[in-house]
């Protein structure tokens, strides 16, 4: 069974940064693709983005030009790098793995914790 342990989350002034980590274990790291999520208060969770096995990625226009997805297969790891965020950035950030398919529809059966993010203006 997958196991998702995110991590790097904090209290940032508008214009900071962040480096979120996510450790991903019980899954063929290597061959999937990974995406990082967010849920803010009182809205669904949606995808901010995804990084391939190929290491492409696709973001969503949120975010684009602001934030970058890495992953280190050595690791079995993902990370999000949060660059000029906003307080529209708060939210509670997770990840997951699958196939590109999967991770836009988003209907995994399991998620990690996720990581606390809030941006103060």
């Known amino acids: 069974q997958v196991q998702l342990v995110e991590s790097g989350g904090g209290v940032v002034q508008a214009g900071g940064s962040l480096r979120l980590s996510c450790q991903v274990s019980?899954?063929?790291?290597?061959?999937?693709?990974a995406g990082w999520y967010r849920q803010a208060p009182g809205k669904q969770r949606e995808l901010v983005g995804y990084?391939?096995?190929?290491?492409?990625?696709m973001y969503a226009d949120s975010v684009k030009g602001r934030f970058t997805i890495s992953r280190d297969n050595v690791w079995n790891s993902a990370y999000l790098q949060m660059n000029d965020l906003k307080p529209e950035d708060t939210a509670v950030y997770y990840c997951?793995?699958?196939?590109?398919?999967?991770?836009?529809?988003?209907?995994?059966?399991?998620w990690g914790q996720g990581t606390q993010v809030a941006v103060s203006s």
């Open positions: 997951n793995v699958g196939s590109e398919r999967i991770l836009i529809g988003g209907n995994f059966a399991s």
């Open positions: 019980g899954f063929i790291f290597e061959i999937a693709s």
């Open positions: 990084i391939r096995a190929d290491d492409t990625t």
